[in-house]
Every structure is written in structure tokens, then in C-alpha cells.
């Protein structure tokens, strides 16, 4: 079946320093799938980050950043300085693509990270 | 921005009994879904919803589980009889269309179903 898998958590980094978080993908069941980042704050309910539809484009939002790779069947999520506002579990999700009917959504576990001052 | 929301947040329940989740999804949303989260664990698919029927369930989407929006109000999960395993956390999502238009659902903050 499909899966998502992403960094180990939890990842501490320190505020203005870079952060990856890796995401790959298998999606054997669906030809050209959506990908999506989602992130929880503290408190808050799941939110979307940023998605992305066409293999080699790019999405933003928030300073955040990933680049839909289907050579490497990666989607790592970037971001060149972070603030403690950051601070939060980042899921990684694959869903169908062109004629996908279901809607439906195959997470990674989430990855915690905590960014301190 | 639209919500979806869930009510309650939190359910304890014994277990053997019956329990219903509800969910008020965003109000021109065609495409409901329901996922569940065991602490530690990755969310899941459990089942979507549209036009009145079922469209794809899952293994976990047990003979005990069975959704249903009458009369476009809440989306509801109900588990009759309730096991141990079934405790987890439940969220719900709502979305206008799915394939490459998939706007993403968006999703609830979760209710947290505790079985005794």
C-alpha cells in the first residue's frame, strides 16, 4: 500500500538556525499523487502547510518550503531560520492526484519540533 | 477562516456501550472523512463519505463502525458496541473536491474517545 515516512522526532533546534525535516514516499496505488505538509501547534487543531500537485514544483508558506521530487519519491520541508513560533508536530501526507476519487489522505507519523531561544 | 469543529472534544466511555462522535463540517463541503490517531501512532484513514454513502473504508473500519450525515447535519461516527482498541483520537475532515482540485481537507481539532 501507500506510505509516508518522515524524520524521527522530536527534533530541538535553536531559533535562526535551518531545519529539515525529511519526507519519502511510496505511493503504489496512486500514478501522480498530491503531497502535503500539515502542521498541529500547541493546542490547536491539524492546519495546512503548504501542498503541492505537479512532480518538480515548489510550494511555500510561511518561510517554509518543499520541493515535490518523484525521482527520489521525496517532499522534505525546509526552512532556512526558525522562529519559537515554529515550534510544533509537522506531518508529512500523500493523496490522490489526477482522477482520484476518494479524497483520502496517507500520513507520516509526525515529526515534534521545538525550537528554543 | 471556515472550521470544522467536533464535539465533544473528550468521550469516557465503559466499554461494550455505544458511542456516537460528531462532527459539523465546513457547510459547502461535498467530502467527509474520518481518521483515527492511537497516541504515538500515525493518523489514519478510516472511511469517506459523499452523497450519502460510504466511498472507501479502510481495514480499521470495523463492522461496529457505521457514519452518516442525515439531512446535511452533523457527520457522525457511531461504534456499537465500543472495544479497548477503539480508544484513540478521532478526527474528522471536510473537503470541497478531491483529485488534482483537492483544495486539502481540512481538518478538526480531534475528539479524544477514552473506553474503559
Known amino acids: 500500500g501507500d506510505s509516508v515516512t518522515q524524520t524521527e522526532g522530536p527534533v530541538t533546534v535553536s531559533e535562526s538556525e535551518s531545519l529539515i525535516i525529511n519526507c519519502t514516499y511510496s505511493?503504489?496505488?496512486?500514478?501522480?499523487?498530491?503531497l502535503f505538509w500539515y502542521v498541529r501547534y500547541p493546542g490547536e487543531g491539524l492546519q495546512l502547510l503548504l501542498k503541492?500537485?505537479?512532480?518538480?514544483q515548489k510550494g511555500s508558506s510561511r518561510g517554509f518550503e518543499a520541493t515535490y521530487n518523484k525521482e527520489t519519491t521525496s517532499f522534505h520541508l525546509q526552512k532556512a531560520s526558525v522562529q519559537e513560533s515554529d515550534s510544533a508536530v509537522y506531518y508529512c501526507?500523500?493523496?490522490?492526484?489526477?482522477?482520484?476519487?476518494?479524497?483520502?489522505?496517507?500520513f507520516g507519523e509526525g515529526t515534534q519540533v521545538t525550537v528554543i531561544s | 477562516g471556515p472550521k470544522v469543529l467536533q464535539i465533544p472534544s473528550h468521550q469516557i466511555i465503559d466499554m461494550g456501550q455505544m458511542v456516537t462522535l460528531n462532527c459539523d463540517p465546513v457547510?459547502?463541503?461535498?467530502?467527509f472523512y474520518w481518521y483515527k490517531q492511537i497516541l504515538g501512532q500515525q493518523m489514519e484513514f478510516l472511511v469517506n463519505?459523499?452523497?450519502?454513502?460510504?466511498?472507501?473504508k479502510s481495514k480499521l473500519f470495523k463492522d461496529q463502525f457505521s457514519v452518516e450525515r442525515p439531512d446535511g447535519s452533523y457527520f457522525t461516527l457511531k461504534i456499537q458496541p465500543t472495544a479497548l482498541e477503539d480508544s484513540a483520537v478521532y478526527f474528522c475532515?471536510?473537503?470541497?473536491?478531491?483529485?488534482?482540485?483537492?483544495?486539502?481537507?481540512?481538518f478538526g481539532e480531534g475528539t479524544r474517545l477514552s473506553v474503559l
Open positions: 475532515a471536510s473537503s470541497l473536491r478531491t483529485g488534482k482540485d483537492n483544495q486539502a481537507p481540512l
Open positions: 505511493a503504489t496505488s496512486i500514478a501522480y499523487p498530491n
Open positions: 503541492v500537485i505537479t512532480a518538480g
Open positions: 501526507a500523500l493523496g490522490e492526484g489526477t482522477g482520484g476519487l476518494s479524497g483520502k489522505l496517507t
Open positions: 457547510s459547502n463541503h461535498l467530502y
Open positions: 463519505f459523499y452523497n450519502g454513502k460510504v466511498m472507501e
